[in-house]
């Protein structure tokens, strides 16, 4: 047989046995069979192959263990091999005959928990231990049967459907799941069904739920809450099922008009209530939930709509009654119309017939209050020239009791603007002018006029109106025009006639009115200056002749009289400074002289400042009284406990140990009270106490030297006062320890020689003199 038919039948029996196996059995040595690999050599023969059957087994079987799952083979024959199995659950679950190569499965398999089962199977010598064939990978499948039953995967589901909703609208879904394998028909089949408000509610094979009735209202009942169950297909436990509750809720959607809580309604309001204030509120009903409610109120009946209006609170449903002009309780003491509430948004297809009716009479009773005046006009408008007196009241405002008592009224000036006693009020209300009044100061004068009314017992009362009157200023031609702006014209030393230096216009305090004109003209004509005239308001400033001299003049004060055409004329005289300047050959100046600027300060400014400065000299005089007093106190009645404590130097060492009772210390500090001098000054002076009990008598050493010290300051008129115990400068002579003193050590119980100081160089040559002396040959100090 050749070599290629060989191949072919070769190829025919793998493909025939992987047909038979199932399709994860042969994926990894599918090349390998085949001899497709890139490096195979066509010519290379298998001499043993493994062979099996199809490998699976059903879960759950109720057979005892163990349970067979198939054979494998191998070609290969000998007696002293084995067969093995390694891998997942091997020798644990599943288990090999070595000799025939049965598998077996030793527990009970459920596919919930594993579906398949990897293994792979040896084929080895038992007495070397060596492979006979190479391993080999295979599955064992579980084949499902139908033992689990569906469950819902939550126990309670939420939905929610608007009310009145047509059949058949979806309202949620459910969802049960099968644990078993959905590739088996029948065996993950769910059925669903619902056993607790099926009248309301149906549910589809796939688990949605839908209304199966159109008259569902919320109004009635809000929630519903049914039960479902999912039913398995009929298999290993007989169809068995679960349950799951489902709660269902009604949305609301605008279906009910409102009606009115009661059928009549009755308010009480002052007649002095604002206009837009609130005066009662209507009450209705909406089942509906607020956001469905729009209730609207509409007058059916009386006349009065263009009096009150009734707005609705979007938050409340209430119908706001509030008044759109002002209440007379002396015109109209009530008022009465009906009122009704709607909603133009219900959707009329549910609209329900027949229901309350949503009319309601309404009743406003007007109090009678006492209202303050009412002036005849909301405000008043007078003229008056300025700078005129008139003697007759520049005018009346009149403001009437509104009540049926129509008490008198007294009216008082409550503001004015500007401030002062320009303008007065009299009690009736007569408008006078104290002052001339000036339009340049102020051309408006406004008042704020009260108006309350007299009681019975002459006492005003505490309500009271106000009203605005504003005067108005006319101007009177009372100033005359002035420089517009303070000009500092220049002119070259070199100009040439004709030319202009500056252009000049004016101003008027008075009312500035359209026909105003403004004439200027110069005091001389002996000028190097002319005016030439633009019949604008404006004039031009020109040189007349030219050639100006530094060296005579370097400014010119040109004066200008500016007059108007006003009644009667006025005009005044403004002067112009024109400095002579350096120019350069375009005509630039170069140097100028500044006109002097005249710096005025007003009188009140010169009050304001010489007042200053009287001030700080009295508080600069107050304060320099006030020291010298204190410093004359301080000496006068200073305490004389303070004065003994000032005890002057003190720098005695004293005696040593033996001689600390020669004096008593204690009274160093002590003040002779006696015989005291103000005018000089307090004396300090120390008492020295002989010791007692010693039996010196006074005889001390110290004591001796203290009266040397005294006789000694009483006989030198240089020295302190006999009463002022001065510097000691005594050490005593009694102490064991001796003195320390420098001036006593020239002899010492030392043995140390300091000869070796002159070994140190220059810089110790001073000492080593020093300590190289003899003991008698030290200087004393």
């Known amino acids: 047989m050749s070599i290629r038919l060989q191949k072919k039948m070769k190829t025919l029996i793998l493909l025939f046995s992987l047909i038979l196996a199932p399709a994860s059995t042969y994926t990894e040595d599918f090349k390998t069979k085949l001899n497709l690999s890139p490096n195979n050599n066509s010519h290379k023969r298998f001499k043993r192959e493994w062979i099996w059957n199809q490998m699976h087994i059903m879960e759950e079987i109720n057979s005892p263990l163990p349970h067979h799952v198939g054979k494998i083979t191998s070609s290969a024959r000998n007696k002293n091999a084995m067969y093995v199995l390694e891998g997942e659950y091997a020798n644990s679950i599943f288990k090999v005959r070595e000799d025939t190569g049965d598998v077996y499965a030793f527990e009970r398999l459920d596919r919930e928990k594993k579906s398949e089962y990897e293994l792979t199977a040896l084929f080895i010598d038992r007495t070397t231990n060596k492979s006979l064939e190479p391993p080999s990978r295979f599955i064992i499948k579980v084949y499902d049967v139908n033992d689990n039953v569906p469950v819902f995967v939550q126990k309670a589901f939420n939905g929610s459907v608007p009310e009145m909703s047509p059949v058949g609208t979806s309202v949620t879904k459910v969802t ?103 005066v009662g509120r209507l009450k209705v009903e909406d089942i509906d939930e607020p956001q469905n409610r729009n209730t609207k109120y509409n007058f059916v009946r009386g006349h009065y709509r263009d009096t009150f209006e009734i707005i609705p609170n979007a938050f409340t449903n209430e119908g706001i009654i509030k008044p759109k002009k002002p209440l007379d309780y002396e015109k109209i003491k009530e008022y009465k119309f009906d009122i009704e509430a709607t909603d133009p948004t219900v959707n009329m297809r549910f609209f329900k017939p027949g229901g309350p009716k949503s009319i309601a009479a309404v009743t406003i009773e007007v109090l009678d209050v006492d209202e303050p005046p009412i002036f005849s006009q909301p405000s008043y408008v007078y003229k008056v020239k300025e700078n005129y007196l008139p003697k007759n009241p520049l005018g009346t405002v009149l403001a009437v009791d509104p009540d049926a008592a129509k008490r008198k009224i007294r009216y008082t000036l409550r503001r004015s603007s500007p401030s002062g006693d320009y303008v007065k009020v009299s009690n009736s209300g007569n408008i006078f002018i104290s002052k001339p009044l000036d339009r340049e100061a102020s051309a408006w004068h406004n008042l704020t006029v009260a108006a309350q009314e007299i009681m019975a017992d002459n006492r005003l009362s505490d309500i009271e109106s106000h009203t605005q009157v504003y005067i108005q200023v006319l101007d009177q031609n009372d100033n005359a025009p002035e420089f517009a702006y303070p000009y500092e014209p220049k002119v070259c030393e070199n100009a040439a006639p004709g030319k202009v230096i500056i252009r000049i216009s004016a101003t008027d305090k008075d009312e500035m009115l359209p026909g105003i004109i403004f004439k200027y003209s110069l005091t001389t004509e002996d000028s190097n200056f002319t005016l030439v005239d633009n019949h604008d308001n404006t004039a031009n400033v020109t040189v007349k002749y030219g050639q100006f001299n530094r060296e005579l003049a370097k400014i010119h004060y040109l004066p200008v009289i500016i007059s108007d055409n006003g009644t009667p004329e006025l005009s005044s005289t403004n002067t112009l400074s024109i400095s002579v300047c350096k120019c350069d050959e375009k005509g630039e100046f170069t140097f100028c002289e500044e006109a002097a600027k005249q710096v005025g300060v007003s009188i009140q400014a010169l009050v304001a400042i010489f007042i200053c400065i009287l001030t700080i000299l009295v508080i600069t005089l107050l304060i320099i009284l006030r020291k010298r007093h204190k410093k004359e106190l301080t000496v006068l009645r200073k305490n004389v406990a303070e004065i003994h404590e000032q005890l002057v130097t003190y720098d005695e060492e004293g005696g040593g140990e033996m001689d600390t009772t020669s004096y008593d210390v204690s009274v160093l500090n002590s003040v002779r009270k006696n015989g005291m001098n103000l005018d000089t000054g307090p004396c300090l002076y120390a008492q020295v106490q002989k010791p007692t009990g010693n039996g010196n008598s006074g005889t001390g050493e110290m004591a001796i030297m203290i009266e040397v010290k005294k006789d000694e300051a009483d006989n030198d008129g240089d020295l302190l006062p006999y009463d002022t115990l001065h510097i000691y400068g005594y050490e005593g002579a009694e102490s064991i320890a001796e003195s320390l003193s420098s001036l006593e050590s020239g002899s010492s119980d030392s043995d140390i020689d300091y000869d070796f100081l002159n070994d140190w160089g220059p810089r110790f040559k001073m000492l080593a003199e020093l300590y190289g002396l003899e003991p008698n040959e030290y200087f004393v100090y």
Do not use: C, M, W
């Not at 099968?178 to 059925?191: E, K, L």
């Not at 409102?258 to 002095?272: C, G, I, R, W």
């Open 176 to 278: 049960a799941v099968d644990a078993d394998d959905p590739t088996v028909a029948g065996h993950a089949t769910v059925i669903y069904q619902v056993i607790q408000g099926e009248r309301y509610f149906t549910v589809d094979e796939s688990g949605v739920i839908s209304t199966a009735t159109a008259d569902l209202d919320r109004e009635t009942q809000s929630t519903y809450e049914i039960v479902v169950k999912a039913k398995d297909s009929p298999g290993l436990h007989g169809g068995d099922s679960s349950t799951a509750t489902v709660i269902i809720t009604l949305s609301d959607i605008n279906d009910n008009f409102p009606t009115f809580k009661q059928q009549s309604f009755h308010f009480k309001v002052p007649e002095n209530v604002r206009v837009g204030s609130e």
